[in-house]
């Protein structure tokens, strides 16, 4: 068997870096292993108006890059791979990745969430080509055009008002006829003259031949089917879709204790399984926010020493 980490932690966003931290300062021998890119939603997200303390303009890729700087300063090693299997079970835990197999004392599961897409004919094949689930990324191809924005919660209506910044009207297709955001963001987005809104309304077809060109509403009261066709001069225009997110936790199905997709752990973090911990946005809770999953990590790193001086 190879070397066995104190702790090995599944995902390299706010909960994962903040949790590498805390074990890493702890002098846990700390690996986190993430598949993609640092951040998580994180870093598809403009500004970070409410992280205490935080600086003005801070962006999400600013912080997590901050955030991984610490982690690594404090000693928790990194690697790049895919999990495909895990055997949580038994004092030493086995993590199956594409590139290689890792073992460790405690797991600290901190995957995150993905885009929740429409789900609607044509989404799939207009990713990137009209459709996008980041504002931050796709928001400047869409300088001067038209930009509708679907959903209503705070994610919906911030990212609305950081297109207005590129687009020459936002739309904001909801399908309710009252937002879900926090007040303070629902004003700004009524006082923003560049911001229309289309209530009772849901889209269920996008259409275009590599690039989307238009797409059908539908009022989820009446019915009605309305066909927004992009300006002639244009040739198109953007969606960007928020309407929640989805939990990445597939992996732990049947190997930890879950509800509706998300991990149950407890105050400390702890799931059901000894030596198994989750944090973040993976877990079930109440606010899903970067504060409260930085510090959900840090629970986690201090249970996971806990539990490791234990054995
Ligand atoms: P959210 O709060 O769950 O809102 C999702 C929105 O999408 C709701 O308006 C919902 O409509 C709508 N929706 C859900 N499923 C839909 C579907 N199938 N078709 C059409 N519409 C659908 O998600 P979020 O805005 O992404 O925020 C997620 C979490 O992050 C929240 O806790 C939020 O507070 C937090 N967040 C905070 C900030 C901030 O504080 N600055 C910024 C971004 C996100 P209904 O309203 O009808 O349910």
Known sequence: MDRIYDVIIIGAGPAGLAAGSY???????????????DG?????????????????GETGPSLI????????GFGAGKVY?????????GEVKKLIGKKGE???KTVIIASGAFPRPIGCSGEKELVGKGVSYCA???GAFFEDMNIFVMGGGDAAVEEALYLTKFGRKVTIIHRRNELRAAKSIQEK?????????MWDSVIVD??????????????????????????????????????????QADLFVGKVDMENGYILTDDDMKTNIPGVFAAGDVRKKSLRQVVTAAADGAIAAVQANRFIEGI
């Open 40 to 56: 998580g939603q994180i870093v598809i997200t403009a500004e970070i108006e409410n992280y205490p303390g935080g600086i003005e």
């Open 189 to 197: 987005a009524f006082a923003n003259p560049k911001i229309e809104f």
């Open 65 to 72: 890059e901050r955030m991984s700087k610490q982690a690594s």
């Open 102 to 104: 890792y073992y460790a």
């Open 81 to 89: 791979d895919t999990i495909v299997d895990v055997e949580l079970e």
């Open 23 to 37: 074990a890493g300062r702890a002098r846990l021998d700390t690996l986190i292993i993430e598949k993609e890119k």
């Open 206 to 247: 996008l259409k275009g031949d590599g690039i989307l060109e238009s797409m059908v509403v539908q009022n989820t009261k009446t019915g009605e089917i309305t066909e927004i066709q992009a300006p002639e001069e244009d040739g198109t225009f953007g969606v960007f879709v928020f309407i929640g997110f989805v939990p």
């Open 136 to 138: 931050t990324c796709d």
